[in-house]
């Protein structure tokens, strides 16, 4: 397991990531964010998802809600990218593909699926808040997560 206390030059927060809730440990690692180097807030930003997806995924209560992480190339690229999206979204694309193959008509966009998914998401957000509100350690996760994106942001001005 590991425990991670981290210190923002502007915030203060200790916490535990561990797969078991309310699991702390005396010999954690000390990260302090404002000296993190891009590569290493980038690592520790998809462990920081992971862990986060995970407790929501084990702990939400529709699976369509599930959100899994992938690699993925744009078109014309050959450089992978992680995307991290709900199993409801990814279904109403393929979906959508299958519809596509099946006529001659257009498929909808990307923009148009999003948007025929208004209720899914808002449940997807109602699962997110209830467990943020009940769960200290998917919070805690969050708090991290939020300040390792700051820190990457930084990095994206220079």
């Known amino acids: 397991m590991r425990s991670i206390l981290i210190i923002s030059t502007i915030y203060f927060f200790t916490t535990s990531i561990s797969s078991t809730a ?40 529709n699976n369509m809600n599930d959100i899994l992480c992938s690699k993925v190339k744009s078109t014309g690229s050959n450089i992978s990218k ?3 999206e709900p199993n409801f979204l990814v279904n109403a694309r393929t979906n959508n593909r299958t519809d596509l193959k099946d006529s001659f008509a257009l498929s909808e966009t990307q923009w148009a699926v999003n948007g025929s998914l208004k209720e899914e998401y808002k449940e997807l957000q109602s699962e997110m808040e209830r467990l943020s509100e009940n769960n200290r350690q998917f919070r805690e996760i969050n708090v991290i997560l939020s300040q390792l994106n700051a820190r990457k942001k930084e990095f994206d001005k220079k």
């Open 82 to 84: 992680r995307v991290c």
């Open 22 to 61: 309310g699991e702390e440990s005396q010999d954690g690692e000390l990260i302090i964010i404002s000296e993190l180097s891009r590569s290493e807030v980038n690592s520790l930003i998809v462990e920081a998802e992971d862990q986060l997806y995970e407790l929501f995924n084990a702990n939400n209560e």
